[in-house]
């Protein structure tokens, strides 16, 4: 079975939203295109609580893009993004959801960040993404979604990791490239964890629906 998961289409990712990345709402349509091609489709929604420790407003002295260790883990500071509830929570209004068989929220924790769709950055815990998958007989997972630098690459590692045949949609994914070169080095490093990097219709195409 192949199973594709939408990474954080989430309106704080796209731009005007509180944590946006260049161009992010142009792989909603790509997402729309890829999901009858796939046996389930599953959304990640980064899913924080208003006092989370990944935000920069909650470290005095500390401003976005710092790091900090909290236990032992390195930490990036973010703006206050993709709080439970709020519009920027919510997934992007052109993304077609009643094709979304399950959502996987992540973050949800105060005091632990949590990139991959299956584990806290901390391995502390598991989402119940991989139960999902292995209960619906996934084999592969594609991934797509922002981005590509933070979200993408901890879920398509841990989805390779896991023992799932892992493909990232290079065109279905957009990066923060916070430092120039971000994007290209976490499609390497992807590639070197034995994920394989495809453009959305070369998917297709080997997808027989
Ligand atoms: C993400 C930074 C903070 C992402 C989530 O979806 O890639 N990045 N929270
Ligand atoms: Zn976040």
Not at 127 to 139: I, R
Not at 158 to 167: K, R, V, Y
Request: charged share 20%.
């Amino acid at each position: 079975m192949n199973a594709l998961i939408l990474v954080d289409l989430q309106n704080d990712f796209m731009p005007g939203g509180a944590l946006p990345v260049t161009d992010g709402h142009s792989v909603v349509p790509i997402a729309n295109r890829l999901m009858p091609h796939f046996d389930i489709v599953v959304a990640t929604q980064d899913w924080h609580p208003a006092e989370h420790i990944s935000f920069a407003s909650r470290h005095a002295g500390f401003g976005v893009g710092d790091r900090v260790e909290i236990d032992g883990i390195d930490q990036i500071l973010w703006p206050d993004h993709c709080v439970q509830g709020t519009a920027g929570a919510a997934l992007h209004d052109d993304l077609a959801v009643q094709q979304i068989h399950h959502t996987v929220r992540k973050g949800t924790q105060q005091h632990i960040d949590s990139y991959s769709g299956f584990f806290d950055n901390g391995r502390l815990q598991a989402t119940n993404l991989a139960d999902k998958l292995k209960d619906f007989g996934t084999t592969r997972v594609a991934v797509m979604g922002l981005a590509t630098d933070y979200c993408v690459k901890f879920t398509a590692r841990d989805s390779a990791e896991l023992g799932f045949h892992t493909t990232v949609i290079e065109d279905g994914c957009r990066g923060v490239d916070a430092n120039t070169g971000d994007v290209d080095r976490a499609l390497q490093d992807m590639q070197r964890a034995g994920i394989e990097v495809l453009s959305s219709e070369q998917i297709t195409g080997r997808l027989e629906r």
